[in-house]
C-alpha cells in the first residue's frame, strides 16, 4: 500500500507562484508512475500532469502547458508541481496520485492510489 500526503496549497493571487509536494510513504513508489489531478467545485476531477516512474518522461495538460512542471526525487519519495503565473481558474483541489506501473497515464481511473488533496485558491 502506498500513502500519498499533498502539501504546498494556499491562496496566491493572480500571476503568482506555488509549489505542491505530494510525500509517499508505506514503500518506495521509485518504480510508480505518478500523477496530478485538480477538480474545481462543480467538475470532474481532470488530468493536469504526469511523470514516469524514472522521471524520464512526463506530461502535463494543455490548460497549464508552460505554466506547471511535474518532477519527482525518487530519493526522498516526494513527487512536485510547480505552478508559476497562476490564474483565477486554476483554483481547485489538487490530488496526488500513483499508479502500479512505470509508465504514466492521463486516465484518471487508472491510477491506483490517491492523496486527500490540498485547496489552490488564486484571487483575480
Known amino acids: 500500500q502506498v500513502q500519498l500526503v499533498e502539501s504546498g496549497g494556499g491562496l496566491v493571487q493572480s500571476g503568482g507562484s506555488l509549489r505542491l509536494s505530494c510525500a509517499a510513504s508505506g514503500r518506495s513508489v521509485s518504480s510508480t508512475a505518478m500523477g496530478w489531478f485538480r477538480q474545481a467545485p462543480g467538475r470532474e476531477r481532470e488530468f493536469v500532469a504526469a511523470i514516469s516512474a524514472g522521471g524520464g518522461a512526463r506530461s502535463v495538460a494543455d490548460s497549464v502547458k508552460g505554466r506547471f512542471t511535474i518532477s519527482r526525487d525518487n530519493a526522498k519519495n516526494t513527487v512536485y508541481l510547480q505552478m508559476n503565473s497562476l490564474k483565477p481558474e486554476d483554483t481547485a483541489v489538487y490530488y496526488c496520485?500513483?499508479?502500479?506501473?512505470?509508465?504514466?497515464?492521463?486516465?484518471?481511473?487508472?491510477?491506483?492510489?490517491w492523496g486527500q488533496g490540498t485547496q489552490v485558491t488564486v484571487s483575480s
Open positions: 496520485a500513483a499508479r502500479e506501473a512505470g509508465l504514466f497515464t492521463m486516465t484518471r481511473d487508472l491510477y491506483n492510489y
